[in-house]
């Protein structure tokens, strides 16, 4: 006669039940981030994982499995340092890295410093409250509200940041943590997420210091994050980091209400929140701005040198960050080509100028060719020694020309050169496709929120040089004396209509200037249309 089963309780049924349900996930994404290949391999971590989150009492989704999948691959010397979760909204992107913090690193890694960031707000604190709830009610742990630190048994570390700006997080530089997550990480500049990097640190033989990120597309930091998780995950070139998306649809518990809401937005909040796409730039300051239309050679625009009336150049003086060349010309059409780009950093003005003479060549050109070299006020400040940048250009056979600059007006001025395709107005300006920073610069660009109708500044990354928005201030320069007046700056015999001076001698009689200034933007104006 068989013996009777004990019968089980509910709490034990659930537990099994989970435990089936995570088994099949975990070995499901370990599948699909590792490969059949290697995936012996990885099956002690696996069982590990999954074991602590269901001692935790936590579930996770098939998406969620595959973060935490990715969050264990930088255990592995061969193995990622930077973890991106990215996508839309109400995705459970962030749940899914707290529960790989709180219920796997903490438990398994005795003494692990954690420093977790993010913006300050009321949501925020009531998030980790939730957070809490829902992952660390089998957990025992001791939570600080006053300090914003979890501590659990074993001596592990979580330490709640928050920020309302970018200064507020220099508080926590100079210390050492063994992981770091970053929510919501486009809200920082990248430079500033790099200074964070810096603190990653660890005395520890059984792990590797790691950066945990989530985001939605969008933001300062939406060109930079693209570049380096999206674009590598997309073209399958990942090393050093991995990047998973998700969507709403990855969240089964999710608000149908929030779902329908999402469903319908329109426009770059439909595309980026609903369907969590990259390809779109939300807060663009050039919202005027399409590769398709603006980039050359395309169907529409291709570049003839014979039709070149004059050509000139604009300046960004840099050294720490870089100094930042852009060579364009304008055509009998009054259109504007930009056909070369330069920029290096930590190099002597007069190597900057031994390249900027061979970009030059490249187009057949010496620099008394250019009808100016725009520059800002900065090159032409008086140094202690009682020199200036300028000067120094000067003495190596390069002149600059002042550009002042308004910052609004100007970046009005260079955004009207785009056009309107919207709105039938045709574009004055292209940039051929080789010079592709400054194109990325020009997507990047983003409207200050307290000045909207200025420029966010960007600065460069100080260990690559990539970023910035040097290249595009040297674009501004340009434009915005290619558009100007003066006369100083006017070569008679490339300015249209506009007679020189000297002409106007040898007919006689007596010379308004006045007069000459306003027959020579009337016509100016007249010739461009």
Known sequence: MAKPQKKQSPEEIQFADNARMMGLMANEAYLKVYGRDKIESWKSACLEQATNFLVAGVVLQRKQWEIAAKCRECDFSTGPKQILAGGGRGSAKSHAILAQIFCDDCQRIKGLKVLCLRKVGRANKEQIQDFRKKLLSNLPHNYREQAQTIE?????????????????????LGLEYDLIYVMECNQLTRSKIVNIESCLRTNKTNWRPRLYLDTNPGGISHVEHKRLFVEPWKNKTEKDTRYIHSTVDDNKFIDSGYKLYLEKLVGWQREAWLHGSWEFMAGAFFNNFYPDTHVY???????????????????????????????????????????????????????HAANIRDLL?????????????????????????????????????????????????????????????????????????????????????????????????????????????????????LIVMFYSNLLTNAKPVQMGSFKGLSQQIEQGGYIDVDVIIQESEAAELARRG
């Open 297 to 351: 050679p395309n169907s529409q625009t291709d570049f003839n040198p014979r039709a070149v009336i004059r050509w000139a150049a604009g300046l960004d003086y840099g050294f720490s960050h870089p100094n930042a060349f852009v060579l364009g010309c304008e055509d009998e059409g009054g259109n504007i080509f930009i056909t070369n780009t330069y920029s290096a950093s930590s190099t002597l003005i007069e190597e």
């Open 361 to 477: 060549s490249l187009k057949n050109l010496e620099v008394d060719d250019l009808e100016f070299i725009a520059a800002g006020k900065d090159c032409f400040r008086v140094d202690k020694d009682g020199g200036t940048v300028a000067t120094e250009y000067q003495e190596r056979g390069i002149n600059l020309t002042a550009v002042h600059i308004d910052r609004v007006n100007a970046w009005a001025q260079v955004a009207e050169v785009f056009g309107d395709i919207q709105h039938q107005i045709r574009p004055r300006c292209f940039i051929h496709r080789d010079c592709t920073e400054l194109i990325q610069q020009i997507q990047a660009a983003q409207s200050d929120p307290k000045k909207p109708n200025d420029i966010l500044k960007m600065n460069a990354d100080p260990e690559t040089g990539e970023g910035g928005d040097d290249l595009l201030e040297a674009f501004r320069n």
């Open 152 to 172: 659990f048994d074993n001596g592990s570390l979580v330490i709640l940041g928050n920020f309302k700006d970018e200064k507020d997080i220099d508080k926590y």
